[in-house]
C-alpha cells in the first residue's frame, strides 16, 4: 500500500513562492519516478512535473523557468519550488509515484489528499 502526503500549500501573493512536499511510503520510492500534478476548480488534472529515480527532470510548459521539482530519497520525499506565483497557478496540488523509474513511466493510481495552493492578485 502506497500512501502519499503532500503538504506546503497554502495562500501567496502573486509573486511569492512555496515549496511544497509530498512524503512517500514503501521502499521503492527510490526507483521510482515521482510527478507533481495540480487541478483547478472546474478543470482536469493536469501534470506539473516529474522527476526520475535517476534525477531527470521535465516541466510542463505553464511552469517551466518558475518550478523546480527535486527529491531526497533518504527522506522518501519529493519536492516541487514554485517561484513568480500566478493567480492562474491557484489549484490543488497532487504527487504520484509513477510505475516506473523514467520520466516517460506512466503514472499510478496513487495519489495523496493534495494541498491547496491559492495565489492572490
Known amino acids: 500500500q502506497v500512501q502519499l502526503v503532500e503538504s506546503g500549500g497554502g495562500l501567496v501573493q502573486a509573486g511569492g513562492s512555496l515549496r511544497l512536499s509530498c512524503a512517500a511510503s514503501g521502499s521503492i520510492f527510490s526507483i521510482s519516478a515521482m510527478g507533481w500534478y495540480r487541478q483547478a476548480p472546474g478543470k482536469q488534472r493536469e501534470w506539473v512535473a516529474i522527476?526520475?529515480?535517476?534525477?531527470?527532470?521535465n516541466y510542463a510548459d505553464s511552469v517551466k523557468g518558475r518550478a523546480t521539482i527535486s527529491r531526497d530519497n533518504t527522506k522518501n520525499t519529493v519536492y516541487l519550488q514554485m517561484n513568480s506565483l500566478k493567480p492562474e497557478d491557484t489549484a490543488v496540488y497532487y504527487c504520484?509515484?509513477?510505475?516506473?523509474?523514467?520520466?516517460?513511466?506512466?503514472?499510478?493510481?496513487?495519489w495523496g489528499q493534495g494541498t491547496q495552493v491559492t495565489v492572490s492578485s
Open positions: 504520484n509515484r509513477h510505475r516506473g523509474p523514467y520520466i516517460y513511466s506512466a503514472r499510478s493510481d496513487y
Open positions: 522527476i526520475s529515480s535517476s534525477g531527470s527532470t
